[in-house]
């Protein structure tokens, strides 16, 4: 993940003192708790990300009105996950994951954004516990909700079509490999720009692909870019 950090940090302070003002409601106490750990995830700092989550939990258990409660436990639980994964506890991120991705999906409305970063986020915790015909299957669902949401050209379709080249190539299926991250790579030159770090990753992992094939004159034309 590619961030200044040092622009999450006034942030984290101003949420801190919206997490202080007294006489929130349980709902508004979850709010401003979850919000405050994510800020304190991007920065890093993942212990205290997952100690605010836990109080978030306890706000939330407290809320009387059902209206929204399940849509926020999901979001709760995706949050804890997410957390999980960033400190090695990936077996326990994927147990609570699989629940989260059913309740998700029972919601009415479903949530389709947050349906697909669910899928990320599992296929991603699948792949951290070897399961890659999983994970990949995972990506695959994600890229068709992200296509649904967004069409073909965005930037979070190239990167789900990066992360299944990725598994491809794990699995030892280098065709299928290559063709995605040649998919992957015109969007992200459009999306995000030519001297953007995720372009000259997938132009990398395209120039491996092919000095492994012994192509090394399509390599070459990468590497010299």
Not at 64 to 75: F, I, L, P, Q
Not at 162 to 179: D, F, T
Request: aromatic letters at 6%.
């Amino acid at each position: 993940v590619y961030r200044n950090l040092g622009l999450f940090r006034p942030s984290a302070e101003l949420l801190k003192e919206a997490v202080a003002v007294p006489g929130k409601t349980p709902t508004g106490e979850f709010n401003a708790l979850l919000a405050l750990a994510k800020s304190h995830y991007e920065l890093g700092n993942y212990a205290e990300s997952e100690r605010l989550l836990r109080l978030a939990a306890k706000s939330l258990g407290e809320v009387t009105e059902s209206a929204g409660r399940d849509a926020n436990e999901v979001k709760l639980n995706l949050a804890i996950a997410e957390t999980m994964l960033r400190v090695d506890r990936s077996a326990e991120a994927l147990a609570s994951l699989e629940k989260t991705y059913r309740a998700a999906k029972s919601l009415a409305p479903v949530d389709s954004e947050q349906l697909g970063r669910i899928l990320e986020v599992l296929a991603e915790a699948n792949f951290y516990e070897g399961n890659l015909s999983v994970a990949r299957e995972n990506f695959g669902d994600a890229l068709q909700v992200w296509m649904s949401l967004y069409g073909e050209v965005h930037p979070r379709v190239a990167f789900v079509l990066s992360q299944i080249g990725a598994v491809e190539y794990m699995l030892n299926r280098k065709s299928a490999a290559l063709l995605s991250y040649q998919k992957a790579l015109p969007i992200e030159r459009k999306t995000l720009g030519q001297k953007h770090p995720n372009v000259a990753v997938t132009m990398n992992n395209l120039a491996r692909i092919h000095l492994e094939r012994r192509e090394f004159k399509e390599a070459e034309t990468l590497l010299d870019e």
